[in-house]
């Protein structure tokens, strides 16, 4: 027993003389990096010192940038009493990247279904705009009578469905209720996890404003969709013994502004994802955007930038072509009549014009005459796919062959198959009279060329970015 009792003695007097951390104090202190990323980030340092010259040059800085991601902020004083930081981090959680590429895919989800809706001519049935009441359908056979009513009352119905009954009435009503409960949902799952990633601060100060941003397109979209439907309620709308449908105008700004929000998401959570990829192996980082400084890509970025404004520039001419019904003419292709091109009398029509000196008669022709602008789209369309093809060539040759990155020749041949499935459904469509599943599915590759776009320019934007800091 004596001989324990010594043991006990001898082994206390050796212990430090420092009291043992409480648990708030464990919390306020600041982790230290595990050795595997101090190790790579001493390797990344030097492998920037060994390729680069100077301080000052883009990967130097992009080591730097990692170093300061991977290390944690310090703390001032304030919060560190509070145990919270009043600070924006410097670094976007994993999170936010992954909730924004899900919220991109329900835009991409309730783009293809808007274009439904309108194939089958249901975004009329609603004929008001209640933002919150009209959350619900109508619950008794009362509601629906007087629904019903309201839609008798509209040109559509006077001009196109005299026949139509309740039962009948349902079916439309039904795919424009449930267009726009989708939407509602897309804003309160968007708009409610940002007020919550910015007031736990989860996000960076550049990100926080970028959903600020997203939200308040989201919420403008819901007007611009009323303020498109509104154009068909009415029959000083449109042209008088036409067709009772939107504005074209108004149906191109909506999906516009469907298109931006959808690009903005995207964009956004790709580069969330790839931040953390990037600060997960830096020494790979570093090596991925050397290949991407290299003169021989420089080109090539700027291609990949020109072409997605292309497809974008399409995709608006499409709208105006599904806006006007104009692919329900010249249901051929090359050919438009007896020539490649209908004549120019029709295409430059004075029936178009409203002004005595017919000044307006050329762009009035292009946005206003089914005949041009279907022509314009098959330009526009034509040349997107020409410029794809050249892209793809100019990506195969020798010093951009070996210089692109895996990723990027992955993406440029992505764009490739995309843009051969977009041209042979656009001209299915056209020759078969837009039957409504092809319609669907060439808005629905529309929006997939316009990604695969966006992955290539992605990471040339990342670098971008990060030569600027």
Known sequence: MAFIQLGLRRATASLPRVPFPCSPCLRQQVPVPPARVLKLLGATRSYASRTTAGSKSPIGSLSRNITKAARPAPQSASSQSSGKSSSFPKTNAKVVGYWLMGS??????????????????????????????????????????????????????????????????????????????????????????????????????????????????????????????????????????????????????????????????????????????????????????????????????????????????????????????????????????????????????????????????????????????????RILATTTFTAVVALVAYSRTGRVKAAMPKDVRKGVMGLLHLALLQVSLGITTLMYMVPISLAAAHQAGALGLLTMAFGCWSPGCEFLRLRKR
Request: aromatic content about 12%; proline content about 5%; overall charge positive.
């Open 104 to 377: 991109a895919v329900s835009v991409f989800g309730i783009v293809v279904f808007g274009g439904l809706t309108r194939l089958t001519e249901s975004g009329l049935s609603i004929t008001e705009w209640r933002p919150v009441t009209g959350s619900l359908p109508p619950m008794s056979d009362a509601d629906w009578q007087s629904e019903f009513d309201k839609y008798r009352a509209s040109p559509e119905f006077k001009l196109i469905n005299p026949h139509m009954d309740l039962a009948e009435f349902k079916k439309i009503y039904f795919m424009e209720w449930a267009h726009r409960l989708w939407g509602r949902v897309i804003g309160l799952t968007f708009v409610l996890p940002t007020i919550y990633f910015i007031a736990r601060r989860r996000v960076t100060a550049r990100m926080a404003v970028n959903l600020v941003g997203i939200s308040a397109l989201i919420g403008f979209q819901g007007f611009i969709g009323w303020w498109m439907v509104k154009s068909g309620l009415k029959d000083d709308l449109f042209a008088p013994g036409s067709h009772p449908r939107v504005s074209q105008y108004r149906l191109t700004a909506h999906l516009a502004a469907a298109f931006v929000c959808y690009s903005w998401m995207l964009v956004s959570g790709l580069g969330v994802l790839r931040s953390h990829r990037l600060l997960r192996d830096p020494e790979a980082a570093v090596k991925t955007f050397a290949a991407l400084k290299s003169p021989a890509l420089r080109a090539l970025r700027g291609s990949v930038a020109a072409l997605t404004v292309l497809i974008f520039t399409t995709v608006l001419s499409g709208a105006l072509v599904a806006g006007l019904d104009a692919g329900l003419i010249y249901n051929e292709f090359p050919m438009m009549g007896n020539g490649l091109t209908p004549p120019k009398s029709e295409l430059f029509d004075k029936f178009y014009s409203r002004k005595e000196d017919e000044s307006d008669l050329w762009w009035r022709n292009m946005l206003e005459n089914p005949s041009l602008v279907q022509l314009d789209h």
